[in-house]
């Protein structure tokens, strides 16, 4: 029994190598030959072997991820073109891409950009080794009633930025919530995938320990629930935090034997702002539940 877990593991760890590859060079060399060396398996079975363990074949899963950084960058870099993201993606010409793209993902990558839509792509982007993961993650937790400061942003996501900016010059003036040692939440009034722009809320929030002072930002005291909650955590921008928010109720919930309690989704946002690179964002999403 042992030395069957044992090889589990070891069988584990050589294609967790294999895919931490891919994910660090995606420009560079990923055929067949280089993955399977890197694997320590024959290239006769390896190609079967990955698709037997990621749930896809290996020219598949590369493309995919390709794509993935693609479209990653398209929602959330302005300077990125189309011919960019083909050329980053390895692909010839930017047709070649936008067929590869709509094929994979339901839409093109130019009205992708415009309209970043996570609940399709969770529809469409289904890799079982990555759901796998991701729900294998998931924690439940007693998140404890905590009061917070926040800040009502109205209108699109494209512009809650600008509102964060606002709430992060009232915490500096006000010095209510101090950045450095006070928790930062978002809560999310609505799906920005299917609300209309103009009618998206999203609330900015600081933990406080005391009233909320009269002040000229409309700041005002909110308190989350404390409750049993499924914790999941992103890494990476949080223009594609839907990416890690769809596969939980598509995948971990139906089979978890929870229900959801009638409470929006919230964020515990873990990395400084804007110190820390974009790819490097942790954040934790609370489902709450009954």
Known sequence: MQAHTDATRAYTKRFDAVLAHIDANLEGDLSLDTL?????????????????????????????????????????????????????????????FSRAFKRAFGMAPSAFRQHPNWQVWSATFVVPYLTRKLTMQVRIIDFSETRVAALEHCGPTGLVNESVRKFIDWRKQSGQSPIETSRTFGIPRGNPDTTPADDFRFDICGEINEPVAPNAYGVRELVIPGGRCAVVRHIGSTDHVGESIYPIYRDWLPSSGEELRDHPLFFHYLSAWPETPHDQWQTDIYLPLV
């Open 36 to 96: 399977s060396h890197i694997a320590h398996f024959s290239r006769f079975h390896f190609h079967r072997q990955f698709a037997a363990y990621v749930g896809v074949p290996v020219a598949r899963y590369v493309q995919l991820m390709r794509l993935r950084r693609a479209a990653h960058r398209l929602a959330a870099q302005d300077a990125c073109t189309v011919l960019d993201a083909a050329l980053d993606a390895g692909f010839d010409s930017p047709e070649a």
